[in-house]
């Protein structure tokens, strides 16, 4: 399982944007890129998902190079309700011997 | 639709007691999960069954043990509770075993052990 590396907290303001990136040096051929979000005192939750490229949803925007060394999750015009702890994870279908590692994630804190 | 829920939702236990925290998903899936997760830190997976029938150890699974009951059901087992197993603890489930699959979460059960 590719290790990813991710800053451990972010702060921002209300209705800016906020980029959280994410990097994994080693990310395997068959390997996608997920985030979680985990709110206070909740399970993690889905955000997206990618291979290469971009991929939007109603949530979040992931960006991600051509050499998928690293990832970038974009979250337009966040709100105070955006403040969470998000987590990227890479791995695959193949490769069931390795465990999946959340990490300590990030720690998005938004300010009025 | 439920979707996880996990049973109770606290839990003070004294050293050396037994309990099962118990986990259902009512979405047809076939692999789920336990995870526990220490203040201020990630989730570090226990054990997984990637579909009805098997398990597999995670990344910290010493001191548990887990059932796939049937399809619906993974229970974790604490046999002799330590002070070091104070944590909250999530069930998730995904379609299938791919760690590309979104998982889906339970809203965890808080374990304190004295």
């Known amino acids: 399982l590719a290790k990813t590396t991710q800053p451990i907290s972010m702060d921002s303001y209300e209705g800016q944007e906020v980029n959280i990136t994410c990097s994994h040096n080693n990310i395997a051929t068959n390997d996608y890129i997920t985030w979680y979000q985990q709110f206070p005192s909740q399970g993690p939750r889905f955000i997206i998902q990618?291979?290469?490229t971009k991929v939007t949803n109603e949530v979040a925007s992931l960006f991600i190079p051509a050499d998928r060394k690293s990832s970038t999750l974009s979250l337009p015009r966040v709100s105070l309700s955006d403040t969470a702890v998000y987590y990227c994870l890479v791995g695959d279908e193949v490769n069931r011997d390795d465990k999946i590692i959340f990490g300590k994630g990030t720690r998005l804190h938004i300010l009025p | 639709n439920a979707g996880v829920t996990q049973t109770p939702k606290f839990q003070v236990l004294k050293t050396g007691q037994s309990m099962t925290l118990q986990c259902a998903q009512d979405m047809n899936h076939n692999s789920m999960y336990w995870y526990r997760q220490d203040p201020g830190m990630g989730l570090r997976l226990i054990y997984y069954?990637?579909?009805?029938?098997?398990?597999d150890k995670g990344e910290v699974p010493n001191g548990y043990n887990v059932s796939r009951l049937n399809k619906r059901e993974f229970s974790l087992r604490l046999e002799s509770a330590a002070p070091s197993q104070t944590s909250v603890y999530f069930c998730?489930?995904?379609?299938?075993?791919?760690?590309?699959?979104?998982?889906?979460f339970g809203p965890g059960t808080r374990l304190t052990v004295l």
């Open positions: 069954s990637a579909s009805e029938g098997t398990t």
């Open positions: 998730a489930s995904s379609e299938s075993g791919g760690w590309d699959n979104e998982q889906f």
């Open positions: 990618g291979y290469k």
